[in-house]
């Protein structure tokens, strides 16, 4: 764990400091094949609604919030608390940007990043003379 970032919540327009959370780099595995590049990324405790994944002029950023419901005055030792998890890559432009898929099982974020008809691999048939 590393910085420390405010969360800030947003009602009625007005904006209020809701709490601090570190910051954490979730853990990634990438895979690819001829028609797509798939990433999971680690976020566990993360529901659907916190979670950003913008995809902008090559670079792919992931945002993901984990907040814990605490009740005043019930833990007296406390180990799991509110997180951000970041990370940032860079990925081909050959991304198919309208055909991105996300989703988010048990903690953890997959991403479906298909190439475009452009980026696959051709085999280029010979002919003979």
């Known amino acids: 764990m590393g910085n420390s970032k ?9 904006l209020e400091k809701a709490l601090k959370a570190p910051v954490v780099v979730p853990l990634v595995d990438i895979f690819e094949n001829d028609d797509e ?17 913008n995809l902008d002029n090559g ?14 005055g019930a833990t007296e030792w406390e180990e799991f608390g509110n997180l951000e998890y970041r990370r ?12 991105v898929e996300a989703e988010l099982k048990d903690g953890v974020l997959q991403l479906h ?17």
């Open 6 to 14: 405010d969360l800030v919540k947003s009602e009625g327009g007005k």
């Open 37 to 53: 590049i798939l990433l999971y990324a680690e976020m566990p405790g993360v529901v659907k609604d916190e979670v950003t994944v």
């Open 59 to 72: 670079n792919l950023d992931l945002v993901g919030y984990r907040k814990m419901n605490k009740e005043a």
């Open 88 to 99: 940032r890559f860079s990925v081909p432009q050959t991304i198919d940007v309208a055909k």
């Open 113 to 129: 990043l298909p190439k475009s008809e452009a980026a696959k691999p051709k085999r280029i048939e010979i002919k003979a003379s």
